[in-house]
């Protein structure tokens, strides 16, 4: 992380613990922009650490939480559509109620 993401990230703490969260989400979105290890290059999403691959041949990557894209030492890997499912599967369940 850069030096200014860290201070975007302190600074939205201390903004959610004070209660403005409007704040919160302005800065901690900077915090991701200003580290673009975090921004996803294909919708500008948050990526997340992950590891892919099979059991004892794992890679360390990249996931972004938008779009499923992930990235192993900044190429695309492949897509991951699992967390697309899930949450239109939960939507489907909350009609039904």
Do not use: F
């Amino acid at each position: 992380m850069t030096s200014e993401a860290i201070w975007y990230a302190a600074r939205a703490i201390i903004d959610y613990l004070g209660g403005n969260v409007q704040e919160y989400k302005r800065l901690s979105r900077l915090a991701t922009k200003a580290n673009s290890r975090m921004v996803c290059a294909n919708c500008g999403g948050i990526k997340l650490p992950c590891r892919v691959g099979r059991k004892g041949n794992w890679k360390h990557g990249y996931i972004c939480t938008d779009c499923g894209q992930i990235t192993v030492g900044g190429v695309m890997y492949r897509c991951c559509y699992v967390p697309l499912r899930r949450v239109s599967a939960d939507a489907g369940l909350q009609m039904q109620k």
